[in-house]
């Protein structure tokens, strides 16, 4: 099926620095999506993005977080500052319409 | 608010043997979508087949097919013939809302564990 990349595989950083997570959608998709998974958890949602802005987001989707996608390039989910709370692994998806979404391999994030 | 519940914590089956995996979904709005999806052992999330609540006929992709029981707010999935490479975590997801809501959230449901044995 369609591929959704994310970069990196993992991160680690520690409290209080701010991270960048980078998707790249699969290329005809116009809806994109974050999701946070705690180990053995179910999927949550975080935030989506059409046409240039947030959409929808949860009560997950703190202050500290925000979403972009500049012409074309990465779709990223920033995390400044980060807390300890938000070690997790991060996915991302994207669709062509409001169907099913594509997702990506996830990136898992550790903070010290 | 929506919610979906798996209640099957983990099945284990015998290779090429039929399997159903349960899902309930909470929902107000009277248009919906439904998704299972399946997250392999190396986290990978694949997307398997989908229902739509205005649709009669239950969907088939592949060895997949689906038991929709609209009036229980059911959606199990059905794996016939099952293969070692099924072994995976299934996930039941919906997004609620028409064609025309503004919407893609999908709510998850914590998962069921398939252990398919040779």
């Known amino acids: 099926g369609p591929k959704v990349l994310q970069i990196p595989s993992h991160q680690i950083i520690d409290m209080g620095q701010m991270v960048t997570l980078n998707c790249d959608p699969v290329s005809n998709h116009l809806y994109f999506y974050w999701y946070k998974q705690i180990l053995g958890q179910q999927m949550e949602f975080l935030v989506n993005f059409y046409n240039g802005k947030v959409m929808e987001k949860s009560k997950l989707f703190k202050d500290q977080f925000s979403v972009e996608r500049p012409d074309g390039s990465y779709f990223t989910l920033k995390i400044q500052p980060t807390a300890l709370e938000d070690s997790a692994v991060y996915f991302c998806?994207?669709?062509?319409?409001?169907?099913?979404?594509?997702f990506g391999p996830g990136t898992r994030l550790t903070v010290l | 608010a929506q919610k979906v519940t798996q209640t099957q914590t983990s099945i284990s089956v015998m290779e090429k043997t039929t399997v159903t995996m349960d899902c309930v979904y909470e929902?107000?709005?009277?248009?919906?979508?439904l998704f299972w999806y399946k997250q392999t052992a190396s986290g990978e999330i694949v997307f398997l087949i989908r229902q739509d609540s205005y649709k009669k006929e239950n969907a088939t992709v592949g060895h997949y097919s689906l038991n929709f029981q609209k009036p229980k707010s059911s959606i199990g999935l059905i794996i016939t013939a099952t293969q070692i490479e099924d072994s995976a975590v299934y996930f039941c997801a919906m997004r609620e809302g028409g064609a025309g809501a503004n919407t893609g959230k999908l709510t998850f449901g914590h998962g069921t564990i398939l252990r398919v044995h040779p």
């Open positions: 929902t107000q709005d009277s248009s919906y979508f």
């Open positions: 998806a994207s669709s062509l319409d409001w169907g099913e979404q594509y």
